[in-house]
């Protein structure tokens, strides 16, 4: 049974910075690609960013681009999101979710992703 779980949300003031991660298990994590999205109260869920299979290729969306940052870390199952210079606009409850498919580009829909995990809360303040 795959699983992800999300570590590493928290309150931070802006301009601040923490790193998420999703522990993944369960499935070959290395041959799918992992993306990223988020859900404010009241909102819809949104992309923030995603990872190919391979680690060679991400896409970020552009509310977040030049401040987010996603990696991969094969051997340990784990994707990371890197998150600096944050804003109030960030405050959100942040998933990882793992493609439906192997070997595949970083997908931006959320259609792509079959596996979800429970969310990670990140709170900034300003």
């Known amino acids: 049974q795959v699983q992800l779980v999300e570590s590493g949300g928290g309150l931070v003031q802006a301009g601040g910075s923490l790193r998420l991660s999703c522990a993944a298990s369960g499935r070959t994590f290395s041959n799918y690609a992992m993306g990223w999205f988020r859900q404010a109260p009241g909102k819809e869920r949104e992309f923030v960013g995603a990872?190919?299979?391979?680690?060679?290729?991400?896409k970020y969306a552009d509310s977040v681009k030049g401040r987010f940052t996603i990696s991969r870390d094969s051997a340990k199952n784990t994707v990371y999101l890197q998150m600096n210079s944050l804003k109030p606009e960030d405050t959100a409850l942040y998933y990882c979710?793992?493609?439906?498919?192997?070997?595949?580009?970083?997908?931006?829909?959320?259609?792509?992703?079959?596996?979800w995990g429970q969310g990670t809360q990140v709170t900034v303040s300003s």
């Open positions: 990872i190919n299979w391979s680690g060679s290729s991400t």
């Open positions: 979710a793992s493609d439906i498919y192997p070997q595949r580009g970083p997908m931006l829909d959320a259609a792509a992703y079959d596996y």
